[in-house]
Every structure is written in structure tokens, then in C-alpha cells.
């Protein structure tokens, strides 16, 4: 079983910058088709980006132009560059491996990101 860690989520101020990192298990994470959803209080948890084992990448409308998704395949590891955040942007976030016909592969446990004057 595949397992998945975040971190390097945090208290940031509204217009501050974090960068989460996932890190991945196991010897096959090229071939993954990696994302990012978050989770708000009281909502739902929804896609805020994506990259496929090609490095296309996706976004959410209300993150483009602000998240970068990257990974590292050598290091087993997904990053969500988060830049310009807002307070909107509190969630917890959750790093999400699957396979490129859409099978599920892992979830991570999830990082609380707030952000607040």
C-alpha cells in the first residue's frame, strides 16, 4: 500500500506564501497521476490541482495564476507552491495518488493550512 505525507502547512498571513510537500512510498511514483484537494469547514473536498506522470498540470479556477503543482520524481515527492493566499484558502489539504485511467491509489492524511491576519 502506497502511503502519502504532507507537510509544510502553517499560519500565513493574507498575501504570504507556503509550499506543501507530499512524500510518496514505494518505487513506482512516476507513473502516478498526483493532486492536491482541500477540504474548507463545512464544505465539501475539492480538486485545487493536478499532474499527470507526463507533468501536465491542472488547476482550479480559484487557484490559477497563484498555486504551482511540481513534483520530483526522484524523490518520490508532489509540491503545491501556494503564493498570493488568501483567508478563502483555509483548508485542509490533502495530497491524492491515482492512475492515469482513474483508478484510486492513496490518500494522505491531510495539512491544515490557515490563513488570517
Known amino acids: 500500500q502506497v502511503q502519502l505525507v504532507e507537510s509544510g502547512g502553517g499560519l500565513v498571513q493574507p498575501g504570504g506564501s507556503l509550499r506543501l510537500s507530499c512524500v510518496a512510498s514505494g518505487s513506482i511514483f512516476r507513473i502516478y497521476t498526483m493532486a492536491w484537494y482541500r477540504r474548507a469547514p463545512g464544505k465539501q473536498r475539492d480538486m485545487v490541482a493536478t499532474?499527470?506522470?507526463?507533468?501536465?498540470?491542472n488547476y482550479a479556477d480559484s487557484v490559477k495564476g497563484r498555486f504551482t503543482i511540481s513534483r520530483d520524481n526522484a524523490k518520490n515527492t508532489v509540491y503545491l507552491q501556494m503564493d498570493s493566499l488568501k483567508p478563502e484558502d483555509t483548508a485542509v489539504y490533502y495530497c491524492?495518488?491515482?492512475?492515469?485511467?482513474?483508478?484510486?491509489?492513496?490518500w494522505g492524511q491531510g495539512t491544515q493550512v490557515t490563513v488570517s491576519a
Open positions: 499532474i499527470t506522470s507526463g507533468g501536465s498540470t
Open positions: 491524492y495518488a491515482g492512475l492515469s485511467g482513474g483508478g484510486f491509489v492513496s
